[in-house]
């Protein structure tokens, strides 16, 4: 076992193997029987229960909570992997929880990256490239396939399926058990298998603290774009013309004219 000189373990499991090169920041635990990869950095304050394996060019964050049985920076599971040094980036105080797997990017240099402050609840699955922004929640089982961006504050309900390249817009909830092969739009709430949009997701938008006048035109653009008939393209261009400007709508409007694998539609029987 062997930690950085130039940092201090408040406590690591004597059974625990820690590889020569990791890098291991002050205050940090590591449970029994974890194994730490040669470059491996773990952030300050950071705990790493027992029986986990960090490998890889891996990079934890500061205060993170990883627990028993996770399995970070690991190869991913893609055929064209042909062992290039590519990363795997966990941001500050991110929880995940146990069995979850997290593998490192496909192609020289690229990463795998998880925010700040996201919590990965038990057995989730994060692939090769995908890219999680801050304050994402998964629930248990959820996965994300290869290259799936999630962006700050979506929640993406248990068991719940995400096909590579989809993307999921900022403060947007996902139904538990929802299959997701289009992108979901942000502020919306999806379900279903597929999952169609059930509306727009007013308590996450209102907890997030959105201005009052913000919320008012994102309502106005969701009305545009799922209940004119109008055509993707038809509503980019009347919510351009038609609501008031905010970083909210410009948020939107820059997804939709980047949603390459299309975007969730309403469901039918919504009111």
């Known amino acids: 076992m062997s930690v950085n000189a130039n940092k201090v373990a408040m406590y690591i499991h004597p059974t625990a193997v820690i590889s020569p090169g990791a890098y291991i920041g002050k205050n940090v635990e590591i449970g029994p029987y974890s194994v730490i990869g040669e470059n491996v950095e773990i952030g300050e304050g950071t705990i790493i229960g027992p029986n986990v394996v960090i490998s890889g060019w891996t990079s934890i964050g500061k205060e993170c909570h990883i627990f028993q049985g996770a399995s ?3 190869m991913p599971q893609d055929l064209k992997f042909k062992g290039e040094k590519s990363y795997t980036i966990i941001g500050d105080r991110t929880t995940i929880r146990e069995g979850v ?5 496909t192609g020289e240099g690229e990463e795998t990256k998880i925010g700040n402050d996201c919590l990965l609840m038990a057995l989730t699955h994060v692939a090769h490239n ?22 700050d504050r979506a929640v993406i309900g248990g068991m719940a399926g995400v096909h590579q390249f989809v993307k999921i817009g900022r403060n947007s909830m996902v139904g538990g058990m929802s299959k997701l092969v289009q992108d979901v739009v942000p502020y919306t709430i999806v379900d279903g298998h597929p999952a169609k949009v059930v509306g727009l997701n007013s308590v996450g938008i209102s907890r997030a603290g959105i201005p009052l006048e913000s919320r008012r035109n994102i309502k106005k653009a969701y009305k545009i774009l799922y209940r004119s008939g109008l055509t993707l393209t038809e509503a980019i261009s009347v919510i351009e013309q038609e609501v008031d400007s ?22 039918r029987d919504v009111d």
């Open 246 to 267: 905010c970083e909210e709508v410009e948020h939107f409007l820059r997804f939709l004219r980047n949603a390459e694998r299309g975007i969730c539609r309403e469901r």
């Open 130 to 151: 995908c890219v999680i922004g801050n304050h994402v929640i998964m629930s248990n089982l959820a996965s994300l396939a290869g290259h799936a961006i999630v962006e």
């Open 101 to 105: 797997t997290v593998h490192r990017a």
């Open 72 to 74: 970070v920076g690991e």
